[in-house]
T-cell receptor, first 113, second 114 residues
């Protein structure tokens, strides 16, 4: 069955450093992969999407990579700030049309001043 | 635009009671879905719909019913609530753009079953 794994333990990073979160998937080949941010008590919010033919995608301080050979995506936040503290969820998706969108369990990121 | 609206925000039920969680979106999105989120479990897909009149099961559909009579609304029904259904429920919608679906989530509904 399809499986999505994210760092189960919380990640604690010093402000200003680069935070790197991992998303691994098995038993399927997604056409694209999304990353979402979730703050406590709120619904997830879309951040970035990367397609299978793209190696890297950037948006401001965010960078996502997608390695279809390793079946892995890395999510980087450079020059991290305390406001970046949140849970980050990845969602690889199989199809180009609407389908089941399954999420990883998320990684809680804490940026300390 | 209101986006995705979920009601109620909080609900307490007794075991065996029934209720409906409401979800409405005003973005004319074709795709709607329901997730539940438990501590340490991430988001698990309950049911989803790719358009009015079409629904399908997700990862954890047992104990839940859905229907999609209009594009705007996608209610989630618990016919006989159980303590295992205590969770935070999120509704989401999306439209396929450039071959991908980006989800817009509601604020969530926190359900406690005693």
């Amino acid at each position: 069955s399809q499986k999505i794994e994210q760092n189960s333990e919380a990640l604690n990073i010093q402000e200003g450093k680069t935070a790197t979160l991992t998303c691994n998937y098995t038993n399927y080949s997604p056409a694209y992969l999304q990353w979402y941010r979730q703050d406590p008590g709120r619904g997830p919010v879309f951040l970035l999407l990367i397609r299978e033919n793209e190696k890297e995608k950037r948006k401001e301080r965010l960078k996502v990579t997608f390695d279809t050979t390793l079946k892995q995506s890395l999510f980087h936040i450079t020059a991290s700030q305390p406001a970046d503290s949140a849970t980050y969820l990845c969602a690889p998706d199989l199809y180009s049309s609407a389908s089941k969108i399954i999420f990883g369990s998320g990684t809680r990121l804490s940026i300390r001043p | 635009n209101a986006g995705v609206t979920q009601t109620p925000k909080f609900q307490v039920l007794k075991t065996g009671q029934s209720m409906t969680l409401q979800c409405a979106q005003d973005m004319n999105h074709e795709y709607m879905s329901w997730y539940r989120q438990d501590p340490g479990m991430g988001l698990r897909l309950i049911h989803y719909s790719v358009g009015a009149g079409i629904t399908d099961q997700g990862e954890v559909p047992n104990g839940y019913n859905v229907s999609r009579s209009t594009t705007e609304d996608f209610p989630l029904r618990l016919l006989s609530a159980a303590p295992s259904q205590t969770s935070v429920y999120f509704c989401a919608s999306s439209v396929t753009a450039a071959g991908a679906n980006v989800l817009t989530f509601g604020a969530g509904s926190r359900l406690t079953v005693l």
